[in-house]
């Protein structure tokens, strides 16, 4: 039971439209979305986030620990928690039908998608609905599900996703990146082995969700980044120039032999890694003067820790406690960074370690794939209908084989004498060679030679080249 007094000190929500919007499986829900129609016309939306820091005093035993940890870590079996499961999974997490503490920004905002006005504050709310991305999904398709029938929970679902589209659109057009990557995904069996790879693709009711977090996040850093008061950024550099420019001219070579993903691939990999910081420079992948995170603070240290500042700053609230993280600001921002970086390190290893695990069972079998690296040690290969990566030794390629390797173009290049005769002589004429060139996307058929889970090694051989 939440204490009457708490109740009265904030603005109290529980009468307004507002429901969840998450993936099947989760258990901790710590943002919720509600949506009204002032008596102006214009739409009234609630970014509703956890009041984490009300049940997680500072520096308290488990506020400690919280910020050790940094982040929870979700492994492909499990999930590390940042926060003790009963915050998390019960005290915390925003369920239907049950009053919960939330750090809000309501906005008012107009048919354009324009903010007029917003509140930052405190607040209670009682969620209506809990549904998931496929349910909400179903609604903005126009054949919603049989459970959702609320005439005014459609509407709502219908007006946000029209405000998403907005929102979103304003980003790219502002210089954001348009990427959005599959999820790999594993159905397991009661004994935790991979029996099945997929991959869920962002929806548009995934996107709904991301731009009025994205909103809330700019918003609050805007509102006090524009104070000059101390603040956690999550910040984005621009790319390395040198690898955009072989990048840029590796597309331009190419040409339409490059298919989409690779592009993707190497944008990524020619971008500079998003990290906190006391030192804003804005987000160069949002396309944002001022971001921050403050939409997930279950899961997240930083988004506790810019909770405070805005109790601080915004609200005007005098922390009594001061935890470490307070100590030193930056020094907070660059551990939080070090164990995000841990946590994603191990989620990629986990990825990696039930790949093998299903590839074990498919040693033998032929996979069509692309090409995603070349080096000296061979050519690495990702599957195309599980994305499981396994390298084409060397070795294998350039047995008897003269060979070529051209970095700054990702590529190849291998010549053999015809015939038998694996001898080389000087000034042989070029008619006798057969040449071959293997470059980053290029399409091959591959076969499943090993997958060693002790080294963590998938061995491929060329089947089809390019």
């Not at 209670?124 to 959702?148: G, N």
């Not at 072989?246 to 190497?266: C, H, Q, V």
Request: with cysteine.
């Amino acid at each position: 039971m939440i204490d009457n007094a708490e109740i009265l000190r904030r603005r109290d929500m529980r009468d307004v439209l507002t429901f969840t919007i998450d993936p099947e499986d989760a258990k901790d829900f710590d943002d919720a979305l509600s949506f009204t129609i002032n008596e102006e016309g214009d739409y009234q939306v609630g970014v509703h986030i956890a009041d984490v820091s009300f049940h997680v005093k500072e520096d308290s035993k488990v506020d400690r620990e919280a910020y050790e940890r940094g982040t929870s870590v979700y492994l492909v079996d499990r999930v590390i928690p940042m926060l003790p499961e009963s915050l998390c999974n019960d005290i915390c997490s925003l369920r239907p039908g049950e009053d919960r503490l939330c750090m809000s920004v309501v906005f008012t905002m107009g048919h354009d998608a324009t903010v007029k006005k917003y509140k930052i504050c405190r607040s209670v709310i009682r969620s209506d609905y809990r549904l998931t991305y496929d349910q909400a999904q179903s609604v903005i398709d126009h054949h919603p599900v049989a459970s959702i029938r609320d005439e005014s929970l459609i509407r709502a679902i219908e007006q946000l996703h029209f405000l998403a589209l907005i929102l979103r659109r304003r980003r790219i057009q502002a210089g954001a990146l348009d990427i959005s990557q599959e999820e790999i995904r594993f159905r397991l069996d009661e004994g935790g082995h991979p029996t099945q790879i997929y991959f869920k693709k962002p929806t548009h009711a995934n996107h709904l969700i991301e731009e009025f977090m994205l909103l809330a996040n700019r918003i609050v850093a805007t509102h006090i980044g524009k104070t000059g008061k101390e603040m956690v950024y999550r910040i984005h550099d621009q790319p390395d120039k040198q690898k955009l420019a072989e990048l840029k001219r590796f597309a331009r070579r190419m040409g339409e032999r490059l298919d989409p993903s690779t592009i993707e691939m190497l944008v990524i990999r020619a971008m500079a890694k998003a990290e906190y910081s006391t030192c804003n420079i804005g987000h160069y992948g949002l396309a944002f003067d001022y971001y921050t995170h403050f939409t997930s603070p279950i899961r997240r240290y930083p988004d506790l820790m810019v909770h405070r500042l805005v109790a601080d700053y915004v609200l005007g609230e005098r922390q009594r406690a001061k935890g470490k993280w307070r100590e030193n600001l930056y020094e907070s921002c660059e551990h939080c960074s070090a164990m995000e970086q841990e946590a994603a390190q191990a989620e990629r290893d986990s990825v990696k370690e039930f790949q093998i695990l299903w590839m074990e069972d498919h040693v033998g079998e032929d996979f069509d794939g692309h090409i995603v690296g070349v080096t000296k040690y061979g050519l690495f290969v990702r599957l195309d209908n599980n994305h499981c990566e396994g390298l084409v030794p060397m070795r294998n390629i350039c047995v008897g084989q003269m060979m070529e390797l051209d970095e700054k173009n990702f590529t190849l290049r291998t010549k053999r004498r015809k015939g038998q005769s694996r001898h080389w002589t000087q000034n042989e004429d070029e008619s006798v060679f057969v040449k071959q060139s293997f470059t980053l996307g290029d399409a091959v058929r591959v076969r499943i030679m090993r997958a060693d889970l002790l080294l963590r090694q998938i061995d491929l051989e060329l089947i089809t080249a390019p």
